[in-house]
Every structure is written in C-alpha cells, then in structure tokens.
C-alpha cells in the first residue's frame, strides 16, 4: 500500500534554552530533522514525507530536506498553530488509500524496523501506536494525593503514530478540541478504537539537552 | 535530625547483558555504585550508609566503600529476596528519630540538592517520594484496549524514597505482599499517605546499555 509520513517540526526550542529550533540542532553535523527525514525515506523506496515546518522555517528546512538522500520524495507544508492544525495542514496532501506515519520531527532516532512493524499492523488493524513501558514506579495525582498504578499498565506513547488514510483522514475533518493531544486521540474521537504496538527504547523524543547528548552517543 | 541512607544494590545486571552486575560497572574509571555512595555521605556530615548487597558482593562491596571519601560512615547489610526484604535488613541497622532516604544503588546521579529537598520535606511532612512529570503522552492499558491519560496527572516515581523513621520502621513490621512495588506503597498500606516532591530528570536509573551512555555524559 502507498506510504506517507507526515513530519511534523513545528518546535521554538524553548525548552533547550537555545536560540535555534530543536529540529535544527547538529548532531554529528547534520540537523536533528535530517535524521527523522532519512529515517522515512529509507524505510521505504514509495514513501512520500510532507515535511509540516513554521512559516519562519521554510527556507531552513529546504536546506535539511536537500541534504537527504531522495529530495523529490519530500514536500513542504507551512503547519498551523497548534499539533492539530499542522498535522491537518499535512493531510491535505496525501492520497487516498494509503498508511499514514505522523512523526515528531525531532524524534530523530526510530528505527527503520519500527517504521515497517507500524505499516503492517496499521495495514492489519487500522492503526499502531508505539509505546513502551514506564522502567519507574508510577503515580497518579488524585485531588491532594496520589495513587501508585501497576506500572505494567501504563505506556509511554511514542511515534510515528501510524494509520489507514481512511481512518485517519475523515477522523481530522471536525473542530480542534482540548482533548486532541495526539493523533490516536483525534482518531478514538472518531469513534475507532486504536491499536498498540511496541515501541522503542531508544526512540526519544528531543527535548532537553541531555536529549541530545544521548542521540549524540547513540548515533555515534 | 539524625540522617540515614539505606542504599540497595541488589541488582543481577541481567538487563544490561553484561557478567558484572550494573551497580559494578565502571562509569569515568568508578563503579556506578561509588557515586551514589558518594553523593549521600557528601550530602551531610552527619549522613550515614547502609549499603545492603546479596552476599555474593559483599566482598566487591567493600572496595567500592574503601573508595569512597568516608568508609566510616558506611555500613554492609546482606539483602534477602525481595526489594522489600532487603530494605528491610537495611532498616535493622538504623536508629529511631531520624530521617531515613532509601535509594537505588544504579540511581548513580541524584544530586545533593535533591537529597536535601527531600529531608528537609520528609522533616516536615513525614515523607518526599521524588516525582518527575513524563514528557511523552501516556495511556493506561485497560483490558483489550488502552485509555489516554493526562499526562500532567502522570507522575514516575525515583529515589530517594525519604521518610521520618517514626513512618518507616512501623510500616515495614508487616509480611510482605504482593502490592510492595516500593516504599511508599509499603508505607501507604500501613495507612499514611506519602508527599509527592520535585525530581530530576537527570536522576535516571541505570538499567540498559543506553542509561550507561547517558551517566557518563553527565558525569563528563
């Protein structure tokens, strides 16, 4: 089936107290972006990327999306001010009958045997969402206090969060709500149930500096 | 108030696929458990260790204590088979009217302000269970399918684990169950609530090769 990733890269990088965009950050001289791009392009020689960046990016990103390995397969999309409405504005160029991967554009360490485990359950059931387990013991705050919760339960959600484009696409076409914190969200709004699968250790997010010493490390 | 550091090392370093269990490993030429040794005897003065091992490492104990900036300060306890069973050896060797941190021994890079924020409100409060926010979206498994959590509401849970030993020392002269995951569970099913306090993300658990990386990073 046709594959498209939606990148979404939409991040100020206020929290690594930088003054350049966390996606933008070097690792080993490339970006952070070049890595999740490449990611995708390889995974599959049929993957498109719409590449979802701030307006104020858009020439950066050109940059990133012409150093990787297949330019052509990369398009851009100007992303609005929410996750929502970015991961919305990447829709609206993708086909029909397809799967859809919706990636952190900073998440530049998934690998491409995660990106082929997701594309075929989401071929088998609809959707895959990766997540893993909580090494830490974990609460949950409840008024003044809290309550522990069997760890084995609770699950780290990461992406690309992965879809039938009809499930995905017709799930998107209603009003932004509070509640739309991720994809898998958007989609039980809709009324589908969504599918886990499991995830990866290594695939973090990059948030803090600590982040990026890891990816750094790791992809040394 | 008198200070005691009841530190676990118990692990068989399984997870990290290595013969030398992770306590043991060598992070900048020391062993991961020399700098949590370290960071509790530095903390205070008047701070002492009860480090409880298995009896197989009794003896590589030892050295990593003699290392250490006061061996004086530390004591050895032999663990049982349970986490439960060995902070409760650890607890024989302490004194009333204290504040007790219990602390993982891989948990090598807890900082000594995290140490003294979690006395000062075990002081006041009778316990500080260090929390830290998830970045990622979390979900609880529920049955055959999973729920969306507010991951604000969402707490993992690190050492030190810190409590007035007028809380402790009732609380652990119980049989062990099943629901002792750690030591605020045991705590709270002696009918106290416990005091949530400030974490650190940089205060993470060495569990996997990738942990390993990151300490040393840190510790750079």
Redesign the interface.
């Known amino acids: 089936m046709k594959k498209y990733a939606v990148i979404v890269a939409g991040g100020s990088g206020s929290r690594m107290g930088a003054a350049v965009p966390k996606q933008f950050l070097l690792l080993k001289d490339k970006p952070v972006l070049w890595y999740t791009l490449e990611t995708f392009l390889a995974a599959y020689e049929d993957m498109e990327v719409v590449l979802v960046v701030p307006a104020e990016h858009v020439e950066a990103a050109k940059g990133v999306v012409d150093a990787t390995r297949a330019p052509e397969r990369v398009r851009l999309a100007v992303g609005g001010n929410t996750r929502f409405d970015s991961v919305r504005k990447g829709l609206e160029m993708i086909g029909e009958e397809s799967v859809v991967f919706v990636q952190d554009g900073v998440r530049c360490l998934t690998s491409g045997a995660l990106v082929r485990r997701c594309y075929e359950q989401a071929v088998r059931l609809g959707s895959a ?1 990766p ?1 893993v387990s ?9 008024g003044d ?2 309550i ?2 069997d ?8 992406t690309p969060q992965t879809f039938l484009s009809s499930i995905l696409l017709p799930s998107y076409r209603v009003e932004y709500r509070e ?1 739309f ?2 994809e ?2 958007v989609v ?1 709004a809709s009324g589908h ?2 599918h ?1 699968v499991e995830g990866e ?2 695939n973090i ?1 990059i ?2 500096p ?1 982040d990026m ?2 990816a750094e ?2 992809l040394s």
């Open positions: 969402i997540v909580s090494k830490d013991s974990v609460r949950l705050v409840k206090g809290s522990v919760v760890r084995s339960l609770v699950k780290l959600v990461q509640e914190t991720d898998a969200t039980e149930a969504v886990l250790v290594n997010k948030t803090t600590l010493l890891v490390r790791l």
